[in-house]
């Protein structure tokens, strides 16, 4: 069983700058990508950044130039680096792992609990 657990979130003015982390706790696995979602209030859940294990990296086109995914292997964690924040940034924000056992073909999925982004003056 592998848990995220996610720190960082907050309130923050326009134009502020937040760091969310993401920690896999577990052993046994290999994670094969981590990544970012967001999810405003009515709206569905959207991907913002991901990383996977070779290090190439994808961003919601909303988000480029301004957030920053980064990982560390050694640790299983993931974090988020967003800078230049808008209003429109405010949301949950939600770690997500996909991992595979060792000694196993099938992926697995995991969530974080979710962390309050909230951009506003």
């Known amino acids: 069983q592998v848990q995220l657990v996610e720190s960082g979130g907050g309130l923050v003015q326009p134009g502020g700058s937040l760091r969310l982390s993401c920690a896999a706790s577990?052993?046994?696995?290999?994670?094969?990508?981590m990544a970012w979602y967001r999810q405003a209030p009515g709206k569905q859940r959207d991907l913002v950044a991901v990383i996977y294990s070779g290090g190439n990296t994808n961003y919601h086109d909303s988000v480029k130039g301004r957030f920053t995914i980064s990982g560390d292997n050694a640790k299983n964690a993931v974090y988020l680096q967003m800078n230049s924040l808008k209003p429109e940034d405010t949301a949950v924000y939600y770690c997500?792992?996909?991992?595979?056992?060792?000694?196993?073909?099938?992926?697995?999925?995991?969530w974080g609990q979710g962390t309050q982004v909230t951009v506003s003056s």
């Open positions: 997500f792992a996909d991992v595979t056992p060792f000694g196993k073909l099938q992926n697995y999925r995991y």
């Open positions: 577990g052993s046994g696995f290999r994670v094969n990508a």
